[in-house]
């Protein structure tokens, strides 16, 4: 009888395990099957909106014509005095030359594209073309950014150190952070780009801004994107906000440094050479920083949002040159020089071709 008993109790638990191992052989099938039926959606174009319902917006991208007229010409006419001029072969304009070709190639990266999709209405951008779009203006907004910062090193050592000035900042070591900070810069983006292409679209592919940035973008993704919001919030951090704080603790020091200085012309005239560098920080980081804040504590409308962004990625660059023209004497002075020399050559040339209409011909 006992034995009875336990047979039927053994059958009972094996009738119990089959029954657990075919569903979960069932689930398992089921799953392998939804699996093969979810499909990566890789779209061929993106859709970019731009401003919503907004009257009269096309004289907004005029408006944004003209800037890049203006920057083009100001960074353009910098790059030249700088190359031009010898005195100005120094470590510091190793890094405003590169800050005036970075605010050029960002704004050429951003504006004619922005112009061409709006006012010509090509909203359309296809997949390729949109990432490489995202690559390039965030590279050179990282470059503006790590550039003012190598600039504030600069101005660090001309005041706290300047008897070791020429020999701490020579333009072999310039360069070479120049360098790092190109090839940092490139790597960060590149990454961050990548990671967009493991993204499926299967929903929307309109883009809420004025280019293929990058937050609307990986928004728009089906599938898991918490890596791509990691990465921004990371880039964002480290791009911008580290070096804002580095540009503050060197002013820290600068002014501490200044204190100990005890005439008043030479504090004066120590001031002044930090005076355009802290303008082109306050307005490349304060804009920008404070739209990017607003947008992480508050939801703005998207209209607001891209007028803002749009403003602060053109207007630093068109008013750089124009800064550093006005408030740096050793710029002006050879823009001055190099005006003199280009009219006294060609006077020359005048007075030579006339010399040369003078001479009787011999027979």
């Known amino acids: 009888?006992?034995?009875?008993?336990?047979?039927?109790?053994?059958?009972?638990?094996?009738?119990?395990?089959?029954?657990?191992?075919?569903?979960?052989?069932?689930?398992?099938?089921?799953?392998?099957?939804?699996?093969?039926?979810?499909?990566?959606?890789?779209?061929?174009?993106?859709?970019?909106n731009g401003l919503y319902n907004i009257p009269h917006a096309k004289y907004y991208y005029v408006f944004l014509c003209f800037v890049y007229a203006?920057?083009?010409?100001?960074?353009?006419?910098?790059?030249?005095?700088?190359?031009?001029?010898?005195?100005?072969h120094t470590a510091k304009y190793i890094a405003v030359f590169n800050l005036a070709f970075s605010?050029?190639?960002?704004?050429?990266?951003?504006?004619?594209?922005?112009l061409d999709m709006f006012l010509f209405e090509n909203q359309s951008i296809s997949y390729e073309a949109c990432l490489t779009n995202m690559f390039f203006v965030y590279f050179f907004m990282t470059l503006q950014s790590l550039?003012?910062?190598?600039?504030?090193?600069?101005?660090?050592?001309?005041?706290?150190?300047?008897l070791r000035y020429h020999a701490i900042v020579t333009k072999t070591t310039m360069t070479l952070i120049i360098g790092v900070m190109w090839i940092l810069s490139m790597s960060v983006n590149a990454l961050l780009v990548a990671l967009v292409t493991r993204l499926s679209f299967c929903r929307s592919t309109t883009v809420n801004s004025y280019f293929c940035d990058h937050g609307p973008i990986y928004k728009l993704a089906c599938n898991d994107n918490s890596i791509n919001s990691i990465m921004g919030y990371v880039c964002t951090?480290?791009?911008?906000?580290?070096?804002l704080i580095l540009i503050a603790l060197s002013y820290v020091c600068i002014g501490f440094a200044l204190k100990k200085i005890s005439h008043g012309v030479e504090r004066i005239k120590a001031m002044k050479t930090c005076t355009s560098h802290l303008i082109l920080v306050a307005?490349?980081?304060?804009?920008?920083?404070?739209?990017?804040?607003?947008?992480?504590?508050?939801s703005l409308n998207t209209n607001i949002r891209i007028i803002n962004t749009a403003l602060t990625q053109t207007i630093p660059p068109m008013l750089n040159p124009i800064i550093y023209t006005l408030k740096t004497?050793?710029?002006?002075?050879?823009?001055?020089a190099l005006y003199k020399r280009s009219k006294v050559n060609s006077v020359m040339q005048t007075a030579v071709k006339n010399r040369k209409g003078k001479i009787p011909v011999t027979s």
């Not at 203006?70 to 100005?88: E, K, Q």
């Not at 951090?237 to 070096?243: C, K, R, V, W």
């Open 1 to 48: 009888m006992f034995q009875h008993k336990s047979n039927y109790c053994q059958l009972f638990l094996l009738d119990i395990f089959n029954r657990y191992f075919q569903m979960a052989a069932n689930m398992t099938s089921m799953q392998s099957v939804s699996s093969t039926n979810t499909t990566f959606i890789r779209p061929s174009s993106f859709y970019i």
């Open 70 to 88: 203006v920057t083009l010409l100001g960074n353009s006419c910098i790059m030249g005095t700088i190359y031009l001029a010898r005195s100005l």
């Open 103 to 114: 605010d050029l190639c960002g704004s050429s990266a951003l504006i004619p594209k922005l």
């Open 147 to 162: 550039t003012l910062l190598a600039m504030a090193y600069d101005r660090l050592i001309a005041i706290c150190f300047p």
């Open 237 to 243: 951090a480290a791009l911008l906000y580290i070096p």
């Open 283 to 298: 307005m490349f980081y304060l804009p920008i920083i404070g739209v990017y804040t607003a947008a992480l504590t508050t």
């Open 329 to 336: 004497e050793e710029v002006s002075q050879s823009i001055k």
